[in-house]
């Protein structure tokens, strides 16, 4: 099925560990965005990407780092890994313009992440 | 600063009636709002946007309203089933932003027989 394709579903990471999240989408979009989501927090912006080869830092940045060198890949990088970035990450992606009116965002299922 | 408000209390009703959900935001200039449904585990799932010059959307048994001098959309689902029961989110794009949208934290609403 056409998606959004995040791995891996579960990590358990041990403070200052590194990891590397994979984005992947098939549907030509030249969006992608990165998300977390934290309990009353909702979901927050970390970083995005307009198209291959761009990236530009959202909400929350600290911390992580990303790269679109394919427009179908977005991946995030935790150099260090922190007790505060125990979360659930989102990919999105978008078509942009005004193709985005009619079908909006579309998310992978996401990746829990605890870091211990 | 710049706040998206839904109620964060869940919302429950009976089956059939219409839930009633609500999106408040200050400090935005949105070009257009986007509803979101979450269900448990799973990534958000696009339901519905409108544009800042409409006032009303339709699909199916949804109804969305957008009112800019408010600062308000309201989220309406009828003849509700307990297959709605979600969480619901609200985003908007603020004008001339390249298309990132910001996320209310959502309500969940419980749909009961």
């Known amino acids: 099925n056409a998606g959004v394709t995040q791995t891996p579903k579960f990590r358990v990471l041990k403070t200052g560990q590194s990891m590397t999240l994979l984005c992947a989408q098939d549907?030509?979009?030249?969006?992608m965005y990165w998300y977390r989501q934290d309990p009353g927090m909702g979901l927050r912006l970390i970083h995005y990407?307009?198209?291959?080869?761009?990236?530009a830092k959202g909400e929350v940045p600290d911390g992580y780092n990303v790269s679109r060198l394919k427009k179908q890949n977005f991946l995030l990088g935790l150099e260090s890994a922190a007790p505060s970035q125990t979360s659930v990450y989102f990919c999105a992606s978008s078509p942009g313009g005004t193709a985005m009116l009619f079908r909006g965002y579309t998310f992978g299922s996401g990746t829990r992440l605890t870091v211990v | 600063s710049q706040k998206i408000e839904q109620n964060s209390e869940a919302l429950n009703i009976q089956e059939g009636k219409t839930a009633t959900l609500t999106c408040n935001y200050t400090n935005y200039s949105p070009a257009y709002l986007q509803w979101y449904r979450q269900d448990p585990g799973r990534g958000p799932v696009f339901l519905l946007l409108i544009r800042e010059n409409e006032k009303e959307k339709r699909k199916e048994r949804l109804k969305v309203t957008f009112d800019t001098t408010l600062k308000q959309s309201l989220f309406h689902i009828t003849a509700s089933q307990p297959a709605d029961s979600a969480t619901y989110l609200c985003?908007?794009?603020?004008?001339?932003?390249?298309?990132?949208?910001?996320f209310g934290t959502g309500t969940r609403l419980q749909v009961t027989l």
């Open positions: 549907m030509n979009h030249e969006y």
């Open positions: 990407s307009v198209g291959e080869g761009t990236t």
């Open positions: 985003a908007l794009e603020d004008t001339g932003t390249a298309s990132k949208l910001t």
